[in-house]
Structures are given as C-alpha cells and as structure tokens.
C-alpha cells in the first residue's frame, strides 16, 4: 500500500476532504486571486543598457497596459508592457517593488 492508496482511504471514510489539499488563494477585495509578481534586471538583447522586466501577470493586457502607464509616469521612465509583462528602461526594481506593493500585488 503505498501514500495515494492511503490517503484516497482516508478521502472515502470522511478524514479529509479534496478541499483540504487545495492551496488557499489570496483575495483582492474584487475577488480576484492576486498577482504574484516576479521582478528582474536584464542586459540581454539591450546593447548592454539596464532594464526592469516585471512577470506574472494574469489580469487583462488593458489592465497591464494601465499599471505599465502608472509605473512609468511615477517613475519617470519609459517602457513597454506586452503579452502580460512589463518592461522599464533602467535599473528601477526596489522602486518597482514598493510601488507594486502599495499597489496590492505580491512581489517576488
């Protein structure tokens, strides 16, 4: 009998519930589970210039299109944001980071 044998026993007798076993997501207030977001500084492909590539969105690409805006215009600095990620020219990650916080999203 090995681990899945036992544990779908203890599913039939009422011990545990499949519920048990999904992982709990973090609420917005809207309901919706909650970004968590990836930060990084890349080099690659930029000519040697810095930039702030922010991963993991899931939201729509207008609203990922309006928080790339906020960010840039908070910032100063220029950017695009395109498939669900956000990309700001220079070397901004810890300003990123607490901006995206304030903002209710979870950052790696």
Do not use: H, N
Request: proline share 3%; net charge neutral.
């Amino acid at each position: 009998m090995d681990w899945k044998d036992i544990l779908a026993g203890k599913i039939e007798d009422g011990t545990l519930s499949r519920e048990d076993f999904v992982p709990e997501q973090d609420q917005e207030a809207g309901g919706r589970p909650v970004d968590v977001l990836k930060v990084s500084i890349d080099r690659k492909g930029r000519k040697g210039k810095t930039a702030t590539l922010v991963e993991g969105f899931t939201c729509p690409d207008e609203e990922v299109k309006s928080i790339a805006a906020a960010l840039k215009t908070r910032l100063g600095t220029g950017g695009s944001s395109r498939g669900g990620d956000i990309l700001l020219q220079g070397d901004v990650a810890d300003k990123v980071r607490q901006l995206l916080v304030s903002m209710g999203y979870r950052v790696k």
